[in-house]
Structures are given as structure tokens and as C-alpha cells.
């Protein structure tokens, strides 16, 4: 086993001995989704401070409940399609909240390019959740693309613990973006290809019914 392999099989084997154990709390599933939006509000206000790497610790903390929400809910027999999607609209908040600490940080500190790239940063991140979802009611897959959001919280992670926020922020801003772009293409490769099969079944049955057609004809002129 490699030295990461071993490493990520330590983490499973923790985050499933705390799932079995939230399970057992009978707390609701829900609830777990909604403390990890508070948390992430705590670290958003510390990022607003700029105490970057104590927000990168409450960050970490706010990952574990992002991590056993689901589990927990699979585990107690609470799997409902209203849980699915508060957990959609929650980590869009925690997503958010976040990048909006570092907005209030460097408008404290007048630094208008940052805040420029801290939007452009925002609106990628939600336009790579907005343009699958949305691309998912036309075609049946659409998670193509580097930077969802796992990524993005472990650069987050990595930019407040090792104070780089600067260079996270350019590197979501730019693969995010790019990412709704590879989302966009392969949306519009995978309709056109759809509509061409759509456009060519009536074509190809009228084809068929002709050629039964004449051949039931051929058989009675027979």
C-alpha cells in the first residue's frame, strides 16, 4: 500500500467510526447539514479579520460535517429528497460565506483588485453547481471539469492554513470559470448529438414503413 493510499484509508476508517457514532446520537441528519454552515459563518468572520489560519482550522472542522451528513443520513434510514436538496442549498451558502469574509477583508484593506478577484471567484463557484444542474435536465450527466467543490474547500483549506489566499483565489477563480466553460461545451456537443438522434428516428421509421410498404405491394402484384 502506498504511503497516500494508507493515509486515506486511516481517514475512512475514522470518518466511518464518527458516522456509526452520529448515527447512534439519533440526531437528524439535517442538523449536522446546518452546523457546518454555522461553522463556516465562524470562519468566515475570521477570514474577514484575516486570521487565516485559525479560519483554515474552523474550514477543516466544517468538512467533517459536510463529510457525515450524507453517511448519516444513508446509515439512520433517513435518506428523504428534501435532505438532498437543503445539503445543495447549504453548501452553496458555506460556499459563499466564505469568499464573502475574504470580500469584507480586503475592502477593509482597499485592495479593489482583490475584491474583483474575490467575485470573479464567487461567481465561478456558483455557476459550476448552477450550469450541472441545469445541464442535467437536458442531458443525463454532466460532471466534467476539474474544480467542483471538493476542490475548491481543500484549496480553501490549504490557502488559510498556509496563508496563500492570493494565489487560491486566482486558481479558483480562472478553474472554475474554466470549468463552466468544459460544462457548457460538453452540454451542447451532448444535446446536438440528442437532437440528431431525435431528428433522424422519424426518418429512418418512415424509411421503414416505405419499405414494407413496397414490399407488401410487390407481394400481391405477385
Keep these: 500500500m ?8 486511516v481517514a475512512s476508517r475514522i470518518l466511518s467510526g464518527l458516522v456509526k457514532a452520529l448515527v447512534f446520537t439519533r440526531i437528524h441528519p439535517n442538523i449536522f447539514t446546518c452546523v457546518g454552515l454555522a461553522i463556516n459563518a465562524v470562519g468566515a468572520w475570521m477570514l474577514s479579520r484575516g486570521e ?73 463557484s456558483v455557476m459550476v453547481s448552477y450550469v450541472r444542474s441545469r445541464s442535467e435536465n437536458e442531458i443525463p450527466n454532466c460532471k466534467v471539469g476539474f474544480l467542483e467543490r471538493p476542490e475548491r474547500i481543500v484549496l480553501l483549506i490549504i490557502g488559510t492554513l498556509g496563508n496563500r489566499m492570493t494565489a487560491v483565489l486566482w486558481v479558483i477563480a480562472v478553474l472554475s470559470n474554466l470549468t463552466v466553460i468544459h460544462r457548457v461545451v460538453h452540454t451542447w456537443r451532448e444535446t446536438t448529438r440528442i437532437d440528431a438522434e431525435k431528428s433522424a428516428a422519424p426518418e429512418a421509421a418512415a424509411a421503414k414503413s416505405k419499405s414494407s410498404g413496397e414490399l407488401s405491394q410487390d407481394y400481391h402484384s405477385a
Design 2 to 9: 502506498t504511503f497516500t493510499g494508507a493515509i486515506g484509508s
Design 52 to 124: 487565516f489560519f485559525q479560519a483554515g482550522l474552523i474550514v477543516l472542522l466544517a468538512a467533517v460535517f459536510d463529510l457525515v451528513d450524507g453517511p448519516v443520513a444513508r446509515g439512520s434510514g433517513r435518506v428523504t429528497r428534501f435532505g438532498g436538496f437543503l445539503d445543495s442549498v447549504i453548501d452553496r451558502y458555506s460556499d459563499l460565506i466564505l469568499l464573502v469574509g475574504m470580500l469584507i477583508y480586503y475592502a477593509n484593506a482597499n485592495r479593489f483588485g482583490y475584491i474583483v478577484l474575490t467575485a470573479v471567484a464567487m461567481t465561478g
